[in-house]
Every structure is written in C-alpha cells, then in structure tokens.
C-alpha cells in the first residue's frame, strides 16, 4: 500500500541535480585508487581509496551492492552499502537505511536515515579537509 518495497534502490539513486558518468558494475572488483570528477556511482567492490579531482562539484553515490575498503573523499557522497575506511565529504553526507560503515566520517552536512550503522567517530567540520589524518592520528589539528 505505501511502497513497491524498492525504497532501498531509490535512495540509493544520485540526487535528481547531479548526473551520474561513471558506474562500477555489481559484477566488477577494482583493485587500486580511483579518482574521478562529475558523478560516480558504484554497485561492485573498490578495494583501495575513492577520491574526487581537488575544486570538482563531484558526487559519489555507493549503492546497497557497493563496498568500498578504502577511504573516501568527495564532495558530495551518499552511501546505502558498507565502507571500510574513512568518508570525507567536504559539502554533504547522505547515508541511506542500508549503509553500513566503519571508519570516521567528516562532514558538513549530515542526513542519516533511521538504519544506518556507523562504526567510528562522527566530526562535523566547518572547513573542509585538505587531507585525511595519519592511521591512528585521532588529533584534530584542522
């Protein structure tokens, strides 16, 4: 009556602004660091860190299928899988029902739905951060 029970795959769609130019197929493991511009969006596995050009109005959306073990740095980044590393998103985090991550998040916009799990801290920053700190580095310097 209220759903098509396909609410977890529309959250996981960019949002209606921002056009997606790449996708890492459910099917594909990538072994090794991406860095992109525009939209990404990935449905496989990344194993290595996810970064956007430095200046870009990048998106990153990782769907319930996705995993990342790695790191991720973007502006904008909505996430309904599992990441294994840190999230930095210099503008807006998005994290969807199904998201499922362990690592520290930073951020300057936060939506969380009621679902999400987040293993590690949660750092709101005014500025965004150049660089992510050092393994084990929990000083907040920036």
């Given amino acids: 009556m209220f759903g098509s029970g396909n609410d977890s795959k529309r959250a996981a769609r960019p949002s ?3 056009t997606v130019e790449g996708l890492i197929g459910q099917r594909m493991v990538i072994d090794g660091d ?3 511009t525009g939209g990404l969006m990935v449905e496989g596995t990344v194993k290595g860190s996810i970064r956007a ?8 959306v990782v769907t319930p299928q996705g995993r ?6 973007a502006p904008k980044v909505e996430v ?4 294994d590393g840190d999230i ?3 503008e807006r985090l998005i994290l969807g029902a199904s998201a499922k991550v362990h690592g520290n998040i930073y951020y300057k916009v936060l939506e ?3 679902g999400a799990q987040v293993s590690g801290q949660m750092i709101f920053q005014d500025e965004p951060r150049r660089s992510l700190p050092a393994p084990g580095d929990t000083r907040d310097d920036e």
Avoid: N, W
Avoid at 53 to 60: H, I, K, Q, R, T
Avoid at 80 to 83: L, M
């Fill in 68 to 73: 990342i073990e790695g790191q991720l740095h």
């Fill in 112 to 114: 969380m739905a009621a």
């Fill in 80 to 83: 309904s899988g599992t990441v």
């Fill in 88 to 90: 930095v998103a210099a």
């Fill in 16 to 18: 209606e602004t921002s």
């Fill in 53 to 60: 050009e430095d200046g870009s109005d990048a998106v990153l």
């Fill in 34 to 36: 991406v860095s992109f």
